[in-house]
């Protein structure tokens, strides 16, 4: 693989594009890969999101997301169960080797969609027994995962996003909960946003790395003052407070060599046309992440 | 210490309150103690403050704050270092055991005041090497301290301030930059709102309990959204989505049996009179921290 190539456009970056759409301005652009998610897989069906992807030239580096696994209830927990199990058929029909998985927060305070947040009185609160059920749930799936050819990839989330977003909130704990199952079974993701902060990052992507388990590299900047939605406060890679020429070596080291997705929310970067920020996210890969991704023979 | 008066009421939770009016309310309310900010203390001075807290029948359980530490600068270490003996000083004089350091953010990026942020253009993005400054600044200020009787209390922020205010992010990384000193000298505080989300925390405050560095447990809640300032983002215990029961459990179960401080910034708590906040205040304590606090024989 060119390391050009192991660029891959993440399409909640040019959120407003279809996956045609976002596909040709990354193939455009120079990407190597596209890194949809359902919404745009959805809405032309899981095959015809293979063929653009193919057609374009491009891989699948992965397919967001799963998860959401917190619920307490038996319907909830068998809604989570179905809806992962066609996440996992929509992976393997697009060829995405990895499906991420965002695994939920505090039951009732969880909100997969954009909705209004819960009341936090009707919130359960407890983390221990959340954390718990996650582990439950990534059991139930990881046998149909892997009759699919796909593998589970858990992403920790800022500690922002612990009570409504997701209950892995480090690179370490990702790494605890995929133990149990085969690397090829259960991956993690490294992304920058949510793990730039963190005192034992560099352990955990050496331990990611001798475990085989690190499925994708995903990249954009912490910038501040935060967005009123945090959800959207993501900023262009060199634009806030992340070193990503040292977490980038880090990543190297642990002998990773598969596609850097830069996956970026933010209302100011979506609007302008496709074309224009898949150039934007490549040349800032480009500067910030690429000359940092080989290691030294 | 009866259980009731191991309630101590910081001065930021009343932050429009003179110091006065601050330990009177907390007085009336039912509370043990203060924790006063260094500014309520400067604009009566130290000897006096010590007096009004007395008066009260109050004790000082801690106070904030030190820190900033992460200057590059010969003079921007000085300047930390002399506004951090001034601060131990200022502690001894109002008999506080203990002086709260919040470290400082990565340079340039670090706002020790209200003021606008640096742009993240400026800001040094060594992370790790900010931390190992942290490190040394310690290093530099036990002495003073330990002859001043004064014990510095490292905090750990929740990353969301981890660019901004504290690089310090984890009770674990605390613990970890109080090692190379005796427990007497540089002890830890249990803040639940910065870490609540922490998958490391129990064995973290085991392991603070074990090691003899608990001074202090600060309460207040995580609560969702965020306010436009996160700083000002923080809820009555209660209102949000920390466990209290099980991390007050924790601590209790550490051997922690000193002041149980509540500090709230939140732009609406500050709001109402100084006796209404501080009733609140209690009561919140009395129902969702105190029945927690006594280990069973």
Chains 1, 2 share one sequence.
Not at 79 to 94: C, G, K, P, Q, V
Not at 105 to 131: E, F, H, N, Q, Y
């Amino acid at each position: 693989m060119s390391a050009a190539s192991r660029a891959s456009l993440n399409t909640a970056t040019v959120k407003h594009a279809t996956l045609e759409e976002a596909t040709q301005a990354a193939a455009e652009a120079g990407f190597g890969a596209v890194g949809p998610w359902r919404d745009r897989v959805q809405e032309v069906g899981a095959a015809k999101a293979a063929r653009i992807i193919e057609e374009a030239g491009l891989r699948a580096s992965s397919l967001c997301r799963g998860g959401f696994l917190t619920a307490i209830s038996p319907e909830g927990i068998e809604a989570a169960l179905d809806d992962n199990r066609r996440a996992i058929e929509e992976a393997a029909t697009i060829g995405a080797p990895e499906l991420i998985f965002v695994v939920g927060g505090l039951p009732a305070a969880s909100a997969p969609g954009a909705g209004p947040r819960a009341d936090a009185s009707a919130a359960d609160r407890d983390l221990v027994a959340t954390r718990a059920r996650v582990a439950d749930r990534i059991a139930d799936l990881v046998p149909f995962a892997r009759d699919h050819g796909v593998r589970i990839v858990l992403e920790a989330l800022h500690p922002i996003f612990a009570a409504d977003r997701a209950v892995v909130s480090t690179l370490g704990q990702a790494l605890d909960l995929a133990s149990p199952f085969a690397a090829a079974e259960v991956g993690v993701v490294v992304d920058t946003y949510h793990v730039w902060w963190d005192p034992e990052l560099r352990p955990a992507i050496e331990r990611a790395g001798t475990e085989g388990r690190i499925a994708s590299y995903q990249v954009c900047d912490w910038v501040l003052p935060l967005a009123a939605e945090p959800l959207n406060s993501r900023g262009h890679v060199g634009d806030g407070y992340i070193d990503f020429a040292t977490i980038t070596r880090w990543v190297a080291d642990a002998g990773y060599a598969g596609y850097v997705e830069t996956e970026i929310f933010n209302e100011e970067i979506w609007a302008p046309p496709a074309a224009e920020t898949a150039a934007t996210v490549l040349d800032r890969y480009r500067t910030h992440v690429e000359p940092f991704l080989s290691t030294p023979k």
